[in-house]
């Protein structure tokens, strides 16, 4: 089970890491981390999300823990 779905929402939307990284205000570096199913900020998956254009309240779509 994966940690977390933002590559497949990433690839769906048809961004790169690094356009997602841009919207969000964050390095690709920290996409490629969350990716790979590294923790992150809650302040980091605020910004993820709101880049993706989700609410606030989808983040169990995306971020399972």
Avoid: Q, W, Y
């Avoid at 590559?7 to 570096?29: F, G, I, T, Y």
């Avoid at 981390?33 to 993706?52: F, H, N, V």
Wanted: glycine content about 4%.
């Amino acid at each position: 089970m994966r940690k977390n779905d933002l590559r497949h929402m990433r690839e769906s939307l048809m961004l790169s890491k690094s356009e997602l990284a841009r919207k969000a205000n964050v390095s690709p570096l920290t996409i490629a981390r969350i990716e790979s199913g590294k923790p992150c900020r809650m302040e980091t998956k605020r910004k993820i999300l709101l880049a993706l254009g989700m609410k606030l309240s989808d983040k169990n779509k995306i971020f399972n823990n």
